[in-house]
C-alpha cells in the first residue's frame, strides 16, 4: 500500500488563493438580491390595480354656488379665441355698478381703469398707491380699495385697484387663491365652488 507523500499534505505543496471568500461573498450577495426581488415581484400591487395620484385621492369639489356666463374675445387674426368676459355687480365705496371685466387667471389684483373711480366716487388721494407689473414689464401705479362682487347673488369681498389700463379685469387675489374656479367650454360658463367666508 502506498503512502502518501508527505510533502503533498503540506501547506507549501497546495498554494492559498484569496479568491475563494470572495467568490463565496459575491454568491451570498447575488443570491441575496435575487430574494429581495423575488419578495419585490411577489408583493406588487395586481395590474389591474391603478396607482392612487393626489388628484385620484382628493375629495370631489364641493358644489358651485355660482355659474356665470362668459363671452367671448375676438382676435383680428385667430377669430374667436377663449378670452372669457363676465358682467358682475361690483361695489366699491357704497357705490354699485354692474361691470364687464376680463376674467384673468394671469392677473393678480382685480383692476380697474381709473375713469371707474368717479362712478364709484372714489377720491384716488386717499387710497394706498400700489405698484402693479404686467405682462410686458411695464411699472403701473394703481390705488387699492376694498370691494366686492357679487356672483349669483353670493357677494366676495376682495381687493380692486384702479389703474391706467384700458379693460377692467378680474384677477386672482380673493378668488383663484379661495375657491375652484372651472371654466366649462361647452356652456360658456365659469363656475365657483368651495367654502363661502
Known amino acids: ?3 502518501p507523500n508527505p510533502a503533498f499534505l ?3 505543496a497546495v498554494p492559498y488563493s484569496s479568491t475563494g471568500p470572495k467568490l463565496i461573498l459575491l454568491a ?3 443570491s441575496t438580491l435575487a430574494y429581495a426581488l423575488l419578495i419585490s415581484y411577489v408583493n406588487r400591487p395586481p395590474a389591474s390595480a391603478p396607482l392612487k395620484t393626489p388628484s385620484a385621492v382628493n375629495t370631489p369639489p364641493s358644489a358651485a354656488f355660482a355659474t356665470i356666463p362668459y363671452t367671448f374675445g375676438t382676435h383680428p387674426q385667430l377669430g374667436n379665441t377663449l378670452t372669457p368676459f363676465v358682467t358682475v355687480p361690483v361695489t366699491v365705496n357704497n357705490h354699485q355698478e354692474t361691470i364687464t371685466l376680463l376674467f384673468d387667471t394671469g392677473a393678480l389684483l382685480t383692476t380697474l ?3 371707474y373711480a368717479g362712478q364709484f366716487a372714489v377720491n384716488l ?3 394706498q398707491r400700489i405698484t402693479l407689473s404686467s405682462l410686458t414689464s411695464q411699472t ?3 390705488y387699492i380699495a376694498p370691494a366686492t362682487i357679487t356672483f349669483n347673488a353670493q357677494p366676495i369681498s376682495l381687493p380692486l385697484s384702479f389703474a391706467p389700463i384700458d379693460t377692467a379685469v378680474l384677477g386672482r387675489q380673493g378668488i ?3 375657491y375652484t374656479v372651472i371654466f366649462n367650454h ?3 360658463t365659469v363656475s365657483l365652488s368651495g367654502n363661502l367666508n
Do not use: R
Request: hydrophobic share 35%.
Open 113 to 115: 381703469p381709473i375713469s
Open 186 to 188: 361647452q356652456d360658456q
Open 140 to 142: 403701473l401705479f394703481g
Open 10 to 12: 503540506s501547506s507549501s
Open 176 to 178: 383663484l387663491d379661495q
Open 125 to 127: 388721494d386717499s387710497l
Open 28 to 30: 451570498i450577495a447575488c
Open 1 to 3: 500500500m502506498d503512502h
